[in-house]
């Protein structure tokens, strides 16, 4: 039997995996250092389909990853360091534990992280007050003054979001002028729930000990005054870090690291692309599982090209 392997074990790459293996293709996903990818820390999803009450992130991942192996998937844990084209399609994986691996198709659906602040107490204070997704977490923290972080065109729609349940928005910035297109930085600036602190930087998150989010310390980069900013939430938008490492140098990226593709195929043969690390615009959990979906039916078309 051909052999396919999906990269990653977020939405987009268990969808694959429930596909494929249903096919009777048994794929082998390889797990990298984040299984699950960042939806595992949202403490709820209200918005995919089929769950009326919600459902945490780590429960929904569950769910998948056993839904792939009721039909048959593999699983084995281990970095990709390096994807090497095959002559006649497919390719040779390095992995992280020094082996390789020969594969006639391959689904890479990597994702993409958040950009982190790097600051102390950060990672604790994740789903306690600091969080990467309005639309995931917002809802938590009606009533209250929430921070979001960033100048792009994501902080201004979390800040646009996060208005509708907040006492207040402020938008800090580390310069003073966003970078986000003028019509969503006009809506924000508009919109009397939210204000600005331009040029300011986070330096400090009060207070991990107490096991949540209560302020902010920041630093005017221009005067170097320091404050302090009373808030519930702090609501991350700095950018996403698309995992192709990898693939850089074999594969085309554009300019912010993802992978160029046409839909979900790649212009190596046999390999296809799902979910985030190649989507830099929607980036929910329901349409990288339905690229993940698509990526496999390919996936199967081409299988089953070679005879297999
Ligand atoms: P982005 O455009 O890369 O903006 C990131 C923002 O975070 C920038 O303002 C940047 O500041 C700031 N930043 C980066 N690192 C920082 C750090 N360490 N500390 C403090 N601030 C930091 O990212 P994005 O807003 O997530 O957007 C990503 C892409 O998706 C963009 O192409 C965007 O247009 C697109 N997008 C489109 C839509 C839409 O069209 N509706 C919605 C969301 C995203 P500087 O400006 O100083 O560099």
Redesign the pocket.
């Known amino acids: 039997m051909k052999s396919l392997v999906i990269l990653g074990s977020g939405p987009a790459g268990l969808t694959a995996a429930v596909y494929a293996a249903r096919a009777g293709l048994a794929p082998l996903v390889l797990d990298g250092p984040n299984p699950g990818g960042p939806l595992i820390t949202t403490p709820l999803i209200e918005n995919i389909p089929g769950f009326p009450d919600g459902i945490a992130g780590f429960d929904f991942i569950q769910l998948l990853r056993r839904q792939a192996e009721k039909f048959g998937t593999r699983f084995h844990s281990v970095q990709v360091e390096n994807l090497a084209p095959r002559p006649g399609g497919g390719a040779d994986l390095r992995l992280g534990d020094g082996a390789t691996m020969a594969a006639d198709a391959i689904i890479i659906a990597t994702g993409a992280g958040h ?1 982190r ?1 790097d600051l102390p107490g950060e990672t604790e204070l994740s789903g306690h007050g600091i969080s990467y997704c309005a639309t995931c977490d917002g809802a938590f923290h009606r009533g209250q003054h929430i921070a979001v ?7 201004m ?1 979390e800040a646009l979001f996060l208005a509708r349940f907040a006492s207040q928005v402020t938008i800090i ?3 003073d002028a ?4 003028r019509i ?1 930085a006009q809506r924000a600036l508009d919109n009397p729930k939210i204000a600005v602190r331009w040029n300011s ?1 986070v330096t400090g998150l009060v207070d991990p000990a107490q096991g949540k989010l209560t302020a902010l310390k920041l630093r005017d980069v221009k005067s170097d005054k320091e404050s302090r900013l009373e808030v519930g939430a702090l609501f991350v ?4 870090v698309p995992a192709t490492k990898p693939y850089a140098g074999v594969l085309e990226l554009d300019a ?1 690291g993802y992978l160029l593709t046409d839909g979900v195929r790649t212009k190596l043969p046999g390999v296809f692309v799902a979910g985030d690390v190649a989507d ?2 929607y980036r929910q959990a329901v349409t990288a599982a339905g690229s993940g979906c698509q990526a496999a039916i390919e996936a199967m078309h081409y299988l089953e090209s070679l005879g297999a």
């Open positions: 950009r602040l972080v960033g100048g792009g065109d994501t902080a729609e910035h580390r310069r966003f970078r986000a297109t969503l930087v938008a700095i950018g996403l912010n830099a615009l």
